[in-house]
């Protein structure tokens, strides 16, 4: 089975900082990796997906993200947090179904990014 | 495009009741998959629907079970609620085929009283 591992479930930096959220992987075949945000009393907003084209990901709203496989890792970072990114952030893998037709999200645990001035 | 909706936004039930959420998928998107969001156990995979039928199934009692109608729209019902059954539960749809983008919706808020 895949599995997502974020490190840290709390990241504070002051706007302007560079922003940095972590997630590995754990894939015994190539995986699809997504990166979701999460604001309060709302559902999940795709940022960027990883699916073999490019090991660097540029996504929405300045963020971007890198492949690498020998770290089985898909970090997540932007270069100048703004107040406005302050939600929690949600790295998943996902996996074929056992019919092929459509595939099964697993999620991280999340990180919960505060930004303050 | 609308994007995903979901109705009731919130819900309150009663412990032992059954309780019935609705999806409507993205215009064109077949795949509809559904999600429990809890702060304890965070995002779990429920089941997942296509052409009608159950495609995948998550790890949960079968007191949770789903359905899909010709046009796609899908509905997953919750019998004999428990307290921990209070969650947020997203739907997701998407094309079919791994790799595909999910788009979730607002949720419904579940809680079980």
């Known amino acids: 089975a895949q599995s997502v591992t974020q490190l840290g479930s709390h990241v504070s930096v002051s706007e302007g900082a560079l922003v940095l959220l972590r997630c590995n992987y754990s894939s015994s075949v190539p995986p699809y990796l997504f990166w979701y945000v999460q604001y309060p009393n709302q559902g999940l907003q795709l940022l960027l997906k990883y699916t073999s084209a490019a090991t660097l990901v540029k996504g929405i709203n300045g963020f971007e993200a890198e492949f690498k496989k020998s770290e089985t890792s898909f970090h997540l970072t932007k270069p100048s947090a703004h107040m406005s990114d302050a939600a929690e952030y949600f790295c998943?893998?996902?996996?074929?179904?056992?019919?092929?037709?459509?595939?099964?999200?697993?999620f991280g645990t999340g990180t919960r990014l505060q930004v303050t001035l | 495009k609308a994007g995903v909706t979901q109705t009731p936004r919130y819900l309150i039930k009663t412990r032992g009741q059954q309780v019935t959420l609705s999806c409507s998928p993205i215009?064109?998107?077949?795949?509809v998959s559904w999600y429990q969001q809890t702060p304890g156990q965070g995002l779990q995979f429920l089941f997942e629907y296509f052409s009608e039928t159950q495609r995948n199934k998550g790890n949960f009692p079968g007191r949770f079970s789903g359905r899909q109608f010709s046009n796609s729209r899908s509905e997953m019902n919750v019998s004999t609620l428990e307290l921990g059954d209070s969650a947020l539960y997203l739907c997701a749809s998407s094309s079919v085929g791994p790799g595909y983008e999910q788009y979730f919706g607002p949720g419904t808020r579940l809680t079980v009283t």
């Open positions: 215009s064109g998107h077949r795949s």
């Open positions: 998943a893998v996902s996996e074929a179904s056992s019919g092929g037709t459509a595939s099964k999200l697993t």
